[in-house]
């Protein structure tokens, strides 16, 4: 079991940063790769990041690689996302998510969801 909260997002203009945290608890957490997801309205979920367990390598849409850098403190069980140079485009909620198995790169392939946290970037 593992439960999961986002915190972190908010309102900022174009150019400018934010850094989520998604708080686990569960005693699985360092055996869990982690991901970070995002939902624009209207839109489908995309995959943004995720972290693997044990090793903690790292993998980034190609929409924000350069900008994005997700980590994981598995002392304090919290999974972050560093997002810099954020766009207008950057806009939705963002999710973290526990990956069960499949590919890190879809939504089907995690099994544990945190409630999402908006995220708006101006113009």
């Known amino acids: 079991q593992v439960q999961l909260v986002e915190s972190g997002g908010g309102l900022v203009q174009a150019g400018g940063s934010l850094r989520l945290s998604c708080a686990a608890s569960?005693?699985?957490?360092?055996?869990?790769?982690m991901g970070w997801f995002r939902q624009a309205p209207g839109k489908e979920r995309e995959f943004v990041a995720a972290?693997?367990?044990?090793?903690?390598?790292?993998y980034y849409a190609d929409s924000v690689k350069g900008r994005f850098s997700i980590s994981r403190d598995n002392a304090r069980n919290t999974v972050y996302l560093q997002m810099n140079s954020l766009k207008p485009e950057d806009t939705a909620v963002y999710y973290c998510?526990?990956?069960?198995?499949?590919?890190?790169?879809?939504?089907?392939?995690?099994?544990?969801w945190g409630q999402g946290t908006q995220v708006t970037v101006s113009s």
């Open positions: 998510a526990s990956h069960s198995l499949g590919s890190y790169y879809l939504a089907p392939s995690y099994d544990y």
């Open positions: 569960g005693r699985t957490f360092s055996s869990r790769t």
């Open positions: 972290i693997t367990r044990y090793d903690g390598n790292t």
